[in-house]
C-alpha cells in the first residue's frame, strides 16, 4: 500500500521538494548505490535501464533545460551589475586636431585683425562624465536583479527536484503495482490447475473451475494494464530527465522504503511559517520589488544629485603664423565640474560620451570627449569639452 500525501498549497509543496533533496542527501548511503545506466535487455527485447532516486535527481540538475536557463539568466543579470558598476569608472580617448585660419577674426579685446594662422592639438584625454544619482540607484537595482535571479535559480532547481522525486515514485509504484499483480496470477494459475484437478477427480464442481478460470483471465489483463502504465510513468520520469523517451527506465529499488522529510510531530502552522522563510520565488518577489524601488528612487531623487564631470589633457600644442607647424609643447589642461538637471528629462543620465555639464561664463561647449577644434569659434580650441582661447 502507498500513501500519498496532498499538500494544502505551494508553500507546503516548497517545503516537501526541499526536505525531499535533504534527506535524499542524508538518505543516499543508504538507498541503492548510484551506478552509471547500463542497457539491459528486456522481455519484449527492448533495452531497459536501471535507475534509482540518486541517479535522478542528479541527471535532474545536469541536463534540465528550465536550470540552464534560469542560470543563464543569472549571468545576465550579474553581467549587468557589472556594467552598472562600470559607470562609475573614468574612460581615456586619444584625439589628433589640425586647426588653420586665413582672414579676419576678433581679438579678446574686441578689435578685429587679419590672422593668418594654424595649430596642431594631439594627445590623450582622461574623462569621466558619472551621473552619480543615477549610477549609485541602477548598481543598486542591478543587484537586486542578481538576487532575483538567484532565487529564481533555486526555485527552478528544487521545482526539478520535487518533479523527479515524484515521477520516480510514481515508476516505483507502478513496478511495485506490475509485480504484485504477476503475483496474484501466479497464484491464481496454480488454483486453477488444483481445481481442475479436483474437477477431473470429481470431488468439485465444474462451475468453480471457470470460475477461477475468469478470475485468472482478469489478473491477466490487469497485469498488461500495469505494464502499459509503468511504461507510461519510465516515459514520463525520461522526459523529465530529458532522456531518450525511447529507453525504459526501471527502478533498482524494490521496497517502498519510507523517507523521513520533517518531524511528524511539527503543527500546520510551524511547517506553514517554515515553507513561506525558506521559499525562493519569495525571495525573488522581494528582489524584485526592491529593485523596482530603487528604479524608483532614481526617478525621484536622482536629480538632486549632481553630475560629476572630470576632464584632463595632458598632450602637445603647438602651431604658429602662416604655414608654421613647429613649436610644439607641452600642454595640460583641467576640468572639475557639477551640474544638476531640471526639466523634463532631468532623471536621465548623461551620456559616456557627452562634454562636461558646463563651462567657464562666457566660453561655450564643444563636441564630446574628443578634440573638435571645427566645432569651435575663429581664435579658441576645443579642449577639455570647452571652447578655449589661443593666443596668437
Known amino acids: 500500500m502507498i500513501g500519498r500525501v496532498v499538500s494544502r498549497g505551494t508553500a507546503q509543496r516548497r517545503a516537501l521538494a526541499g526536505g525531499l533533496l535533504v534527506a535524499v542527501v542524508a538518505l543516499a548511503p543508504t538507498l541503492t548505490t548510484a551506478q552509471p545506466i547500463g542497457a539491459v535487455s528486456g522481455e519484449s527485447g527492448q533495452q531497459t535501464y536501471p535507475i534509482d532516486l540518486p541517479t535522478a535527481l542528479r541527471l535532474v540538475q545536469a541536463q534540465n533545460l528550465d536550470v540552464k536557463i534560469a542560470r543563464q539568466r543569472l549571468n545576465e543579470a550579474k553581467a549587468n551589475h557589472a556594467g552598472a558598476i562600470a559607470k562609475f569608472l573614468p574612460w581615456i580617448s586619444a584625439g589628433y586636431a589640425f ?13 578685429l585683425l587679419d590672422v593668418d594662422k594654424q595649430s596642431i592639438t594631439a594627445g590623450p584625454t582622461i574623462t569621466a562624465q558619472v551621473d552619480i544619482g543615477e549610477a549609485i540607484f541602477s548598481s543598486l537595482a542591478a543587484r537586486q536583479a542578481v538576487n532575483a535571479s538567484a532565487s529564481s535559480l533555486a526555485a527552478q ?5 520535487l518533479s523527479a522525486a515524484s515521477n520516480y515514485f510514481d515508476l516505483l509504484k507502478a513496478k511495485a503495482v506490475v509485480d504484485a499483480t504477476q503475483d496474484a496470477l501466479s497464484t491464481s494459475e496454480q488454483y486453477q490447475q488444483q481445481i481442475g484437478g479436483a474437477v477431473a477427480a470429481g470431488i468439485a464442481f465444474k462451475v468453480d473451475e471457470l470460475r477461477v478460470q475468469t478470475q485468472t483471465e482478469r489478473y491477466r489483463v490487469s497485469l498488461t494494464q500495469a505494464r502499459q502504465q509503468q511504461r507510461a510513468a519510465a516515459a514520463k520520469l525520461a522526459q523529465v530527465l530529458h532522456l531518450d523517451p525511447l529507453v525504459e527506465l526501471v527502478p533498482q529499488d524494490s521496497d517502498l522504503v519510507p523517507i523521513n522529510i520533517m518531524d511528524a510531530t511539527a503543527t500546520q502552522e510551524g511547517l506553514v511559517k517554515q515553507a513561506l522563510t525558506a521559499r525562493p520565488e519569495l525571495k525573488q518577489s522581494e528582489a524584485q520589488v526592491s529593485a523596482a524601488r530603487s528604479a524608483k528612487n532614481s526617478t525621484i531623487y536622482g536629480p538632486l544629485i549632481p553630475s560629476l564631470g572630470v576632464q584632463a589633457f595632458l598632450g602637445e600644442f603647438g602651431g604658429g603664423r602662416g604655414d608654421a607647424g613647429g613649436n610644439f609643447g607641452n600642454s595640460k589642461d583641467y576640468y572639475l565640474g ?7 528629462g532631468g532623471s536621465g543620465g548623461a551620456g559616456g560620451g557627452e562634454p562636461p555639464a558646463s563651462c567657464p561664463t562666457g566660453v561655450s561647449a564643444c563636441g564630446g570627449g574628443g578634440i573638435e577644434p571645427a566645432s569651435c569659434p575663429s581664435g579658441t580650441a576645443c579642449a577639455l569639452g570647452c571652447c578655449l582661447n589661443i593666443i596668437p
Do not use: Y
Not at 586647426?99 to 578689435?111: F, N
Not at 557639477?338 to 523634463?344: A, D, K, Q, T, Y
Open 99 to 111: 586647426r588653420r585660419h586665413e582672414g579676419r577674426t576678433q581679438a579678446v579685446d574686441g578689435s
Open 157 to 161: 532547481q528544487e521545482d526539478s527536484t
Open 338 to 344: 557639477l551640474s544638476w538637471r531640471i526639466g523634463p
